[in-house]
């Protein structure tokens, strides 16, 4: 654990809404080019704390943030910080795919066109060809680009959307519950397609799974009723974890 | 048994509703029709559709509906040319940009204009705009097509508005999560996501306003100048299909060649509104798939 190089940093990490407190001091480092998990009851404030580090939350009305999150050494809790940059270096996974309603290539041209990433129509489409190939769905995919995104299936629409983040080329991929929406065969493949991103991204995952969190993290972090309860390795939590409450939930007692 | 009775009277009521609409649409074609066809056994079809002077009381009479035609073409383009991009931007407006308070009145006061009668707009028009426009451009009159165009485009605002609004207010809040979580801006995201998945609404709503402008009477009776001479520009006096009909119709003795040729303007109206909804459904179905 301390050899590790760490990508984003959160210090004294306080979130409102309104006056209900949702995270409670959290210190919290995910390691480069790994895969994070967050795992906990249901509530307790896993997609909040993922929210936070790509910003999210400003959507909310009444969210106050306090203290400190350091990506690369830069503060993302700061009105100054450049939103459109920081989601572009922070992408994000929802728990449904979100795919818009237009053409699969229009899905993967959005944010090139609001990063103004690249120009040319040979370029763009090399550009789109890559971002397919990097979630495997170049070769069903290319014969029928101008298909609207929303016929796809849910596995396919999933992975599109992992591929319209990747196209931008992040450095951290926020994923909260991507296979919740999916079938058991396409979780796994979703979860094998996360370990080869995990090479070239820093990826944190939100997960109900234990077993997910198990098979596809380096690391994990468990939450409870807003608080960071404890942080290592996969195998150190799930294994021999440090505090009660951890060992209690991996064991299966409450969830 | 008792529920499946039950069953097949709705059936039956919902069946018989449909066939009352579409029967009502075709007796309204055959009426006019029937009325229009006996212009026809005294003047010919060609001069009529073509004819370039509209002289129903002079000796001979002249039936031309091309100045008509014109007119409300004129009046209707002027009008959808203004209110088109006014309300669908009011629409964004409202159902993006606009602060939670701000909103309710915003919403609550489209709702008031489309509940004004029409012939105090046509009032407003007479009285007021008329003549400032008049002044404003230094024209020979007030009462020309443009200001017509104005106030129609003012009737179909609300409509317009209230039925993009819906639409956008419908696009999917996962589509916004997710544009913002690739970084873009609050515009980007409305103009090229929230925009396009709420187009088909949205051209609903402009082609409802359209329906208003083009089927609007009192108005453009009492603004336009009421002359029904070919216009050279939308800033002079002219007369619409409806216009011509509401205000002929009084002294059109029944049974004349007069009274069946303002039978014959509102077969084309109902013609060209028709022909109208046939082009909106198509683009809706388009907009659709
Ligand atoms: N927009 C909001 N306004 C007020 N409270 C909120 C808001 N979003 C979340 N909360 C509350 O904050 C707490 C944490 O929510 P969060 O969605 O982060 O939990 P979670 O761990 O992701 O849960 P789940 O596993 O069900 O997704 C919950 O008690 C929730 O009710
Ligand atoms: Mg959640």
């Not at chain 1, 919290?28 to 929210?51: D, N």
Request: proline share 4%; hydrophobic share 50%.
């Amino acid at each position: 654990m301390d050899q590790m190089a760490v990508k984003i940093r959160a210090k004294d990490l306080n979130l409102f809404y309104g006056d209900f407190h949702a995270l409670q001091d959290i210190q919290f480092s995910v390691p480069e080019k790994a895969i994070t998990a967050l795992i906990g009851p249901s509530g307790c404030g896993k997609s909040t704390l993922l929210r936070c580090f790509n910003r999210m939350n400003d959507l909310v009305e009444n969210c106050r943030i306090t203290g400190s999150i350091r990506i690369d050494g830069q503060e993302v809790v700061d009105d100054r910080t450049d939103l459109i940059a920081l989601r572009k270096k922070v992408g994000m996974v929802f728990q449904r795919p979100n795919v818009f309603d237009l053409s699969i290539y229009n899905n993967l041209l959005f944010g090139l066109r609001i990063h103004r990433m690249v120009s040319g129509k040979d370029r763009i489409l090399a550009t789109i060809r890559w971002g397919l190939e990097q979630v495997g769905l170049w070769d069903e995919l290319k014969d029928r680009l101008n298909q609207n995104a929303r016929t796809l299936t849910l596995e396919q629409q999933q992975r599109l959307c992992i591929a319209r983040v990747v196209i931008l080329r992040p450095e951290v991929i926020l994923l909260d519950e991507p296979c919740s929406a999916l079938d058991p065969i396409a979780t796994m493949r979703i979860e094998e397609l996360l370990r080869e991103l995990k090479r070239d991204y820093t990826i944190v995952i939100v997960t109900h799974n234990m077993q997910q969190a198990a098979r596809v993290s380096d690391y994990t972090g468990f939450m409870y009723l807003g608080r960071l309860i404890e942080f290592g390795t996969t195998s150190q939590v799930f294994t021999n974890p440090r505090d009660r409450l951890t060992e209690n939930y991996i064991s299966g007692q409450f969830g | 048994m008792r529920r499946a009775i039950t069953e097949r009277i709705i059936e039956t009521c919902i069946r018989l509703s449909g066939l009352v609409v579409i029967l009502f649409v075709v007796l309204v074609f055959l009426f006019l029709l029937k009325d229009a066809v006996l212009l026809f056994g005294h003047y010919p079809l060609g001069q009529f559709l073509l004819g370039t002077k509209w002289l129903p009381i002079s000796e001979p009479p002249s039936f031309g509906i091309i100045p008509l035609l014109i007119g409300s073409l004129y009046v209707t383009a002027g009008a959808i040319v203004l209110c088109v991009p006014v309300g669908v931007i009011s629409a964004m407006f409202i159902a993006e940009v606009a602060p939670g308070p701000l909103k309710g009145i915003l919403k609550s006061l489209v709702e008031i204009l489309a509940s004004i009668p029409s012939v105090v707009l046509g009032f407003i028009g007479l009285v007021w705009l008329g003549p400032f426009l008049k002044d404003l451009l230094g024209l020979r009159t007030g009462q020309c097509g443009l200001t017509g165009s104005l106030l129609l485009a003012f009737m179909a605002l609300p409509t317009i508005i209230s039925i993009s609004e819906d639409a956008l207010a419908s696009v999917p809040k996962a589509f916004k999560e997710a544009a913002y979580g690739l970084g873009a801006t609050r515009w980007q995201t409305l103009w090229r996501i929230c925009l396009p998945a709420a187009s088909s609404g949205i051209i609903a709503a402009v082609m409802l306003g359209i329906g208003r402008v083009i089927g609007e009477t009192m108005v453009v009776m009492m603004v336009t100048g009421n002359s029904p001479v070919i216009p050279r520009s939308i800033t002079q006096a002219l007369r619409t299909l409806t216009a011509t009909i509401a205000s002929e119709m009084g002294e059109a003795v029944s049974g004349s060649e007069h009274y069946y040729a303002l039978f014959a303007v509102g077969l084309v109206l109902f013609i060209s509104t028709f022909l109208i909804n046939l082009v909106a459904d198509a683009f809706l179905r388009r907009a659709r798939q």
